[in-house]
Each structure stands twice: as structure tokens, then as C-alpha cells.
């Protein structure tokens, strides 16, 4: 079940996750909410919701001082997406120390862990102490 976020697009991050990542989620019943009421309709989600994944498929809790964003390609690869600059600012702002972003993302302010690939995310994951 998905409520605020397209579940095409769910189904679209499972389906990579399994075929790029070796990951099956087939045997496990998936629940997708974005909190708050809102909606989320922008693929720079993609890293968080795949990373929100990743960290109940691993049992392993995600640091609630990052912010996590980034396109998922078909490929498996995170693309960049719009206003980068501007969303690590306001992480900033709002009192993340770090982010998970696009490799090619860069913070003065920051601590960036930058993905290349959903092998990264998942690497970020496992060493996640949340």
C-alpha cells in the first residue's frame, strides 16, 4: 500500500532494487506513507524511499541528523536532481549535519556522502548507526 507518493513509481524502485540489487522484496508486504498528509510528487525522492527500504529490509535504523535525496535511474544509478544547492541549504537550516545525495553534490556546511549508485545507498545503509 502507498499513500503520498505514486505506487508506479514504487513499483518502479522495487523492481530496481531486485533486478540492479539482489534485494527481494517479492517475499515481504511493502507500506510506502509519506507522513504528514502530504504529497510527494518529484523523483527527487527516489534515494529516501529507497533508503527507507533498504532500512527495514536490513533492520538497521537511518540517522535522523541526514537528509537523503536523489533520483533512481532504471540503471540503478542516482541522478541529480534540481536545486541541490538549495535543498542541502535548507537541511542545513532545519539542523541536518549530513546528507546522502547525488555524488556530485556539494555543502560548505554539510557532510555529504555522495551515491553513485543504489550498491552505494545500500553500502550507506549497512554502516547506518541510527
Not at 22 to 51: T, Y
Not at 91 to 100: D, Q, T
Amino acid at each position: 500500500a502507498v499513500v503520498g507518493w505514486d505506487s508506479a513509481r514504487l513499483s518502479m524502485l522495487l523492481a530496481v532494487l531486485d533486478t540492479r540489487c539482489a534485494l527481494d522484496f517479492g517475499r515481504h508486504d511493502v507500506f510506502l506513507n509519506v507522513a504528514g498528509g502530504l504529497r510527494i510528487g518529484e523523483p527527487a525522492a527516489d534515494l529516501a524511499a529507497a533508503a527507507a527500504l533498504c532500512s527495514s529490509l536490513f533492520d538497521r535504523a537511518l540517522p535522523n541528523t541526514a537528509v537523503i535525496f536523489g533520483e533512481v535511474a532504471l540503471s540503478g544509478a542516482v541522478r541529480p536532481v534540481t536545486q541541490t544547492e538549495a535543498r542541502l541549504k535548507e537541511a542545513e537550516k532545519l539542523g541536518f549535519k549530513g546528507a546522502l545525495a547525488p555524488a556530485s553534490a556539494k555543502s560548505k556546511a554539510l557532510s555529504i556522502d555522495g551515491a553513485e549508485t543504489l550498491a552505494d545507498l545500500i553500502a550507506w545503509v549497512k554502516r547506518a548507526d541510527g
